[in-house]
């Protein structure tokens, strides 16, 4: 569940930046989110540590978190060419409208 929740986000917000910024800049930005990503999964269970008196840090939640991150930006890696091609037909035909 934790690397299908993670997987999810870092895909997501991917495609966001895909559709959002430069195609120039598509491994920067899967680096960028891939990290902060992992970052928040890291945060995240080190406060259920320090904030909860039943809930701990649990290394294989950081695990799975970590490849759900790493399996989303390996796909979008696959993909950059097919949604650079969809951004620039979505674009086109919001132009003609």
């Not at 970052?39 to 950081?62: K, N």
């Amino acid at each position: 569940m934790h690397a299908g929740a993670y997987f999810g986000l870092a895909f997501l917000w991917s495609l966001f930046a895909i559709f959002t910024f430069e195609a120039v800049r598509v491994l920067q930005s899967i680096i960028i989110i891939s990290v902060a990503s992992t970052a928040f999964g890291i945060f995240i269970e080190v406060l259920q540590d320090v904030l909860t008196s039943y809930r701990q840090l649990d290394l294989y939640d950081v695990f799975a978190n970590t490849t759900g991150v790493l399996l989303a930006g390996f796909m979008v890696w696959l993909l950059k060419d097919y949604l650079i091609r969809l951004k620039a037909k979505i674009n086109l035909d919001l132009m003609k409208k």
